[in-house]
Antibody, heavy 121, light 107 residues
């Protein structure tokens, strides 16, 4: 069964960093891009960026450039999203989602269960 | 960047009725590059339609997608109680903007 499983909830102080993991099961890890999306409380979905697990190349949404880093560990079939210089507006649920088509940027399927991140002093 | 505008913001209907959700793009999109997602409270989004008109695995045939160019539609022919939630459209042409969603609620 194809699925992606995320790490647990995080609580961080303003100015800190958070690193969320996403582990893939049931398919060839290097074949499908992985995307990160966040959702602030009561708000819509916001794409943050994409990583190619095959070579580690990344594409970030402009508003997160310089503050986000996405990496992968092929030995554990895990991708990571690190967000730095956290502020209260970064409080959100962070999702990873596998791309729906091999070696392509297309629709997102499946999605992880989400990782709540709370930024508060 | 392409902006997706969804309407209506909220749609109140009864089970058994037909739902029509709209997604309009600020510029032309190839129909192969438009998806719809369903999200229920406390859950992750779930893919419903990809390539504008293709149902994802496990999605019942009462769901259908259509449209081309800048105007796309998600239709649910006869609403079931489990269909209520928020629906988002998304395009995938280098970046992946989402619409702001249509909340489908029980009347």
């Amino acid at each position: 069964q194809v699925r992606v499983v995320q790490s647990g909830a995080e609580v961080k102080m303003p100015g800190a960093s958070v690193k969320v993991s996403c582990t893939a099961f049931g398919y060839t890890f290097s074949t499908y891009y992985m995307h990160w999306v966040r959702q602030a409380p009561g708000q819509g979905l916001e794409w943050m960026g994409t990583i190619n697990p095959d070579d580690g190349s990344t594409t970030y949404a402009q508003r997160f450039q310089g503050r986000v880093t996405m990496t992968r560990d092929t030995s554990t079939r895990t991708v990571y999203m690190e967000l730095r210089s956290l502020r209260s507006e970064d409080t959100a649920v962070y999702y990873c989602a596998r791309d729906g088509s091999a070696y392509s940027n297309t629709w997102f399927n499946p999605w992880g269960q989400g990782t709540p991140v709370t930024v508060s002093s | 960047e392409i902006v997706l505008t969804q309407s209506p913001g909220t749609l109140s209907l009864s089970p058994g009725e037909r739902a029509i959700l709209s997604c309009r793009a600020s510029q032309y999109i190839s129909s192969s590059l438009l998806a719809w997602y369903q999200q229920k409270p406390g859950q992750a989004p779930r893919l419903v339609i990809f390539g504008a008109s293709n149902r994802a695995t496990g999605i019942p045939d009462r769901f259908s997608g259509s449209g081309s160019g800048t105007d796309f539609t998600l239709t649910i022919s006869r609403l079931e109680p489990e269909d209520f939630g928020v629906y988002y459209c998304q395009q995938y042409t280098g970046s992946f903007p989402f619409g702001r969603g249509t909340r489908l609620e029980i009347k």
